[in-house]
């Protein structure tokens, strides 16, 4: 009779492992699929970041393109989305190049509600 516990045992084990496999992810939002309306690439791929805000809120560049936050406030802020993240900076600037294409959710982490997106699309969209 001990095989059909043995076997509990190992199944238990298995969704334990399954939970925490799917647990494991504690970074930022991943990147999403792109919305089916996207507006024009933007031709300057800066973004100010402010007290507390980003600008533009939302960008759209093409896949490959190097996007560099640029600090104008007063206050420390950081940059953190799926694949990059800034360290925490008062002045200066951070750049990250997309190379896939996607829809990304960053955040300051320091403060709610601080946030903005990056849509990185095909070349020619
Ligand atoms: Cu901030």
Do not use: K, N, Q
């Not at 504690?26 to 999403?32: D, E, L, M, S, V």
């Not at 694949?83 to 990250?96: C, K, N, R, T, Y």
């Amino acid at each position: 009779m001990s095989v059909p516990r043995l076997s509990l045992h190992l199944a238990s084990f298995a969704v334990v492992a399954l939970m925490l496999v799917g647990c494991a992810d504690t970074g930022p939002t991943p990147a999403a699929a792109l919305p089916d309306e996207v507006g024009a690439v933007d031709t300057d791929p800066t973004i100010a970041v402010g007290d507390h805000w980003f600008a533009p809120e939302e960008l759209v560049v093409e896949v490959g393109t190097e996007v560099t936050w640029v600090w104008e406030g007063r206050a420390v802020h950081d940059v953190a989305g799926d694949g990059f993240e800034s360290d925490v900076f008062a002045e200066g600037s951070f750049s990250h190049t997309f190379e896939t294409e996607g829809a990304y959710h960053y955040v300051c982490t320091l403060h709610p509600g601080m946030e903005g997106t990056v849509y990185v699309v095909p070349e020619g969209h």
